[in-house]
């Protein structure tokens, strides 16, 4: 059993960056996708971005030119670089491999607020 573990959550002012890592955790393997969904409060999960193992890219429109998703395949690891963070990007973010019916982690949190 594949086991995701995120980490770089926490409280950050508006206009500021944080950086999510996720990462499996004692194993490797080579997933054909690495993305972040998120949840806030009352709503629904919502995909964040994702990224392809040939390094295509995809963004929710409420974070396109804000936050940026990487990925290392050799270490089967996914960076989401978020910046000009805003009060609504508050949420628990999740790391996701290979889609809904794939493998998730626990969700760190992430709170914009001043």
């Known amino acids: 059993q594949v086991q995701l573990v995120e980490s770089g959550g926490g409280l950050v002012q508006p206009g500021g960056s944080l950086r999510l890592s996720c990462a499996p955790s004692g194993s490797t393997f080579s997933p054909y996708t690495m993305g972040w969904y998120r949840q806030a409060p009352g709503k629904q999960r919502e995909l964040v971005a994702v990224?392809?193992?040939?390094?295509?890219?995809n963004y929710a429109d409420s974070v396109k030119g804000r936050f940026t998703i990487s990925g290392d395949n050799a270490k089967s690891t996914v960076y989401l670089q978020m910046n000009s963070l805003k009060p609504e990007d508050t949420a628990v973010y999740y790391c996701?491999?290979?889609?809904?019916?794939?493998?998730w982690g626990q969700g760190t949190h992430v709170t914009v607020s001043s």
């Open positions: 990224i392809g193992s040939g390094g295509n890219t």
């Open positions: 996701n491999f290979d889609g809904l019916g794939g493998y």
